[in-house]
């Protein structure tokens, strides 16, 4: 659009000039060699610019004609580079498509239409191909040639780290892509991988440091980064609570600052501050996660804060706590902890119960079993209690993997994932809560009458003859007695002495999920006979 605003300005001056030119007429005198030439101003003009037009086009001819042979050249040379993209783009549709042979293919034409070091894409395509082909080795190969590429490093990086994940070599994954990390701290598989390794190894320091190259090149949300940083720094002062105590609380205070309602690492930064004599500072750091999410640690924590404090002290600490975050069956349990220890069982039996109405669960149902041996030693009453404890779900735990832990830790056992643990209930007991009516009576069991009189059964003789003693069974028949005695093995042995032997016939075995024949009925049903089917 711009060349076109241009041109019409060139000629819109020329034009001005010719009319400026044609409404002042002139002559113009020119003498070479003797010879004098007068013409008009305009013709003049108007021989100039044709002087100036043929001088230029026949500069563009001698042009042309100079540069015909590299104008050639470039023109089958674009025709060849379009080919072989042609050929680039099919085969890459291909691999991604998963056909091998196909991108074999291509990947041969596109070599020979365009200079692999001229264009990187085709050693991907030929490293796709030989993946497709099941040729992992070759694959390994192209992606190490292409470390030696600036520009293809990251990409051999991921390419010998997916094969070394399939290969299941995790210090070959994790180097490589602490590599990449290295290079480009902004690739999630790179960096993920690299921080699993970091945790793994107990670097928190190198960690710490990737997060924060994370967190500056916007892969991850501040939020998720403070969180990160905060699970960091609370490993960082577990670590160090016994060799470094002030560099452990330093980690430990900036963990809660980040996030003052993450347990684990308020309850370390409270007992670092209760090792130096600054209750009131850990008290708040307790009093503040509490509020937020109550926890049976925090708990623990703040109501021996002081060492030397008397258990009615223990206990209104715990008292305090409930203020602050009532109707929670954690507040409730800890009231009724530090009320068995004081031994006022009055009002730990009263917390006890309130937890369980709030929320049912195995530790609830134990300390209340302590409470009532504690104050009445009634055994019954305790095995009761413990009975409803071990039907009750479980109490809440750190949980990650499927894995239960009674302590926290920074990074799951089975996946080395960070951040992997969560407070809650462990899914163990499904199906084992505690009805509502569960103290009620039981209910009468209704009983189903069992007819009067069976009907009978023909049985087939075993003995035709008859000129021997008959068994039992056989005798009842011909009487018409309907309560004749089964006949088992033992009855099956008294045969006749010119009869034909009959083996003892074995009671056959009850099948696992066999209910059995109840007491209460099994006279009033018909005796099992020898019969012939």
Not at 272 to 299: C, M
Not at 352 to 363: H, L, P, S, V, Y
Not at 394 to 414: L, T, Y
Request: no cysteine; hydrophobic share 45%; proline share 6%.
């Amino acid at each position: 659009m711009i060349r076109i605003l241009l041109f019409l300005a060139v000629v819109f001056a020329l034009g001005l000039g010719f009319a400026w030119l044609a409404d002042r007429p002139g002559e113009m005198v020119v003498t070479f060699s003797g010879y004098q030439y007068q013409v008009s101003l305009m013709v003049a003009a108007v021989a100039v610019v044709a002087v100036v037009a043929a001088v230029m086009i026949v500069w563009w001819l001698l042009k042309a004609l100079w540069n015909s042979p590299y104008t050639i050249s470039r023109y089958f040379r674009v025709r060849r580079r379009d080919r072989g993209y042609q050929a680039l783009s099919t085969g890459m549709i291909a691999a991604g498509a998963g056909d091998g042979a196909l991108a074999r293919k291509k990947t041969r034409e596109a070599t020979k239409l365009i200079r692999s070091d001229q264009e990187p894409l085709i050693q991907l395509l030929e490293a796709q191909a030989s993946l497709l082909e099941g040729d992992h080795e070759g694959a390994r190969e192209k992606f190490e040639t292409m470390l030696d590429d600036p520009e293809m490093r990251l990409l051999g990086l991921r390419g010998l780290y997916l094969e070394a994940e399939r290969l299941g070599d995790r210090n070959a994954a994790r180097h490589y892509a602490g590599r990449a990390a290295a290079m480009a701290p902004q690739l999630a598989w790179a960096a993920e991988s690299t921080l699993e390794d970091l945790t793994g190894r107990g670097d928190w320091d190198g960690a710490l440091k990737l997060v924060e190259a994370q967190k500056s090149t916007r892969q991850i949300e501040r939020d998720a980064a403070n969180r990160r940083r905060a699970v960091l720094l609370t490993a960082k002062a577990q670590a160090l609570i016994d060799s470094d105590p002030n560099a452990a609380k330093t980690a430990a205070l900036e963990a809660n600052r980040l996030r003052p309602d993450f347990a684990p690492a308020a309850v370390i930064a409270a007992k670092l501050l209760f090792r130096q004599n600054d209750v009131r500072k850990g008290a708040k750091i307790l009093e503040t996660a509490w509020k937020a999410e109550p926890h049976p640690e925090i708990a623990e924590l703040y109501s021996h804060a002081r060492p030397g404090d008397a258990v009615l002290d223990r206990l209104n600490r715990a008292k305090k706590l409930q203020e602050m975050k009532k109707n929670h069956a954690e507040s409730s349990l800890a009231v009724a902890r530090a009320a068995l220890d004081a031994q006022d069982f009055s009002t730990a039996r009263k917390e006890a119960e309130a937890a369980i109405r709030m929320d049912r669960r195995e530790g609830a149902y134990l300390l209340l079993a302590d409470i009532e041996e504690a104050e009445t030693g009634d055994q019954g009453k305790v095995r009761q209690l413990l009975s409803k404890a071990v039907r009750a779900p479980g109490d809440p735990a750190w949980v990650a993997d499927g894995v239960v832990s009674e302590r926290w830790a920074p990074v799951s056992p089975i996946t080395g994932k960070l951040d992997a643990f969560e407070w809650r209930a462990p899914m163990e007991r499904l199906g084992q809560l505690i009805d509502s009516d569960e103290e009620a009576p039981d209910a009468a069991v209704p009983t189903i009458a069992a007819p009067t009189k069976p009907a009978k059964e023909n049985v087939i003789e075993l003995n035709p003859a008859g000129s021997a003693e008959r068994p039992p069974a056989a005798a009842a028949s011909e009487t018409g007695e309907d309560d004749a005695a089964p006949t088992t093995a033992t009855a099956s042995a008294v045969a006749p002495p010119d009869g034909d032997a009959v083996e003892p016939v074995e009671e056959m075995a009850r099948l696992p999920d066999d209910p059995g024949v109840d007491p209460d009925d099994e006279d009033q049903k018909s005796p099992r006979k020898f019969r012939l089917f």
